[in-house]
T-cell receptor
Framework: DAGITQSPRHKVTETGTPVTLRCHQT?????MYWYRQDPGHGLRLIHYSYGVKDTDKGEVSDGYSVSRSKTEDFLLTLESATSSQTSVYFC????????????FGPGTRLLVL | DQQVKQNSPSLSVQEGRISILNCDYTNSMFDYFLWYKKYPAEGPTFLIS?????DKNEDGRFTVFLNKSAKHLSLHIVPSQPGDSAVYFCAASAYNQGGKLIFGQGTELSVKP
């Protein structure tokens, strides 16, 4: 299994509070991604990174920001959480010999009340 | 606009028989396709992939078929086992899109003993 961890694994927060989710990899892969999974939608890309300090928006980026100051860490921030951001968040990485395939972390379940 | 579609939300198969999961796409720029398997409370696990230069790829009990003219791919599992019960996602990427994956909505496979 690819060395990807996500923290926290579960979080309950209130509307309007900031939330930061962390993805940590030990594979030294160049690319990192944040997705959210919702019923009926599969996984949708929020933001991705193609190197340290290099990030770009995905399909559903509104209300989210990201930062990548080190190869191994990719942070997802909800500046002011809303109930529509209740979801399961997955981090993924790709790179190395097989740059086409993404490998996923275990996920973070976020509930915004 | 759903670029990748899995029109069957669920599929039930008897143990030992063939499971066929289907996926359709609309974007002719997609050139790499993947299948992921997901158990509850876990991240998606990479299963098998296929490049658009091929029409078939096998890995043990799993075979993926690609029909570019129909913009259709399918995953065959033979023989199906109870441990194959999970949600299966197909995903697609285009060479010039930075590795971003577009996922289908998923099909829940149930293999009954």
């Amino acid at each position: 299994d690819a060395g990807i961890t996500q923290s926290p694994r579960h979080k309950v927060t209130e509307t309007g509070t900031p939330v930061t989710l962390r993805c940590h990899q030990t594979e030294n892969h160049r690319y990192m991604y944040w997705y959210r999974q919702d019923p009926g939608h599969g996984l949708r890309l929020i933001h991705y990174s193609y190197g340290v300090k290099d990030t770009d928006k995905g399909e559903v980026s509104d209300g989210y920001s990201v930062s990548r100051s080190k190869t191994e860490d990719f942070l997802l921030t909800l500046e002011s959480a809303t109930s529509s951001q209740t979801s399961v968040y997955f981090c993924a990485i790709s790179g190395g010999d097989d740059q086409e395939t993404q490998y996923f972390g275990p996920g973070t379940r976020l509930l915004v009340l | 606009d759903q670029q990748v579609k899995q029109n069957s939300p669920s599929l039930s198969v008897q143990e030992g028989r063939i499971s066929i999961l289907n996926c359709d796409y609309t974007n002719s720029m997609f050139d790499y396709f993947l299948w992921y398997k997901k158990y509850p409370a876990e991240g998606p696990t990479f299963l098998i992939s296929i490049s658009s230069i091929k029409d078939k790829n096998e890995d043990g009990r799993f075979t993926v078929f690609l029909n570019k003219s129909a913009k259709h791919l399918s995953l065959h599992i033979v023989p199906s086992q109870p441990g194959d019960s999970a949600v299966y996602f197909c995903a697609a990427s285009a060479y010039n899109q930075g590795g971003k994956l577009i996922f289908g909505q998923g099909t829940e496979l149930s293999v009954k003993p």
